[in-house]
């Protein structure tokens, strides 16, 4: 298992794992415009490294806005357009209600646990 992190004490802290060969970004603190450009540049920093195939675990986050939820979006389709599959897990509606007031809850790849994103693709 490799670990990193942005350390610091910002109001956003990530760090990632690699479990079953998939890129698995623990995601702690406030997804929005104060944060935007630490969390793209974070992701496409992961996927540059780890490749396509991405878990965001967002049990962390205290807050997400659409300008995050747009950044997700676009990780997912990139992800998915190179062959990857990616996933979220740990996503609570009250953190994140904006997911579900523009209805892509219901389109995006949501799972509980990690387990159950890494059984969707096809990975212990």
Do not use: C
Not at 99 to 121: E, N
């Amino acid at each position: 298992m490799t670990v990193s992190n942005n350390g610091g004490g910002s109001a956003l802290a990530l760090a990632s794992a690699t479990v079953d060969g998939v890129n698995v970004i623990r995601v702690t603190g406030l997804l929005d415009a104060t944060t935007r450009d630490q969390f793209a540049d974070y992701l496409a920093a992961e996927a540059a490294e780890h490749g396509t195939d991405m878990v965001l675990d967002l049990g962390g986050v205290t807050f997400m806005d659409s300008r995050a939820l747009g950044l997700i979006v676009h990780q997912w389709q990139v992800s998915t357009q190179a062959g990857g599959r990616f996933a979220l897990i740990g996503v609570e509606y009250a953190k994140t209600k904006v997911m579900w007031i523009t209805g892509l809850a219901q389109r995006l790849p949501l799972y509980d646990t990690l387990d159950d994103a890494l059984a969707a693709f096809g990975r212990s």
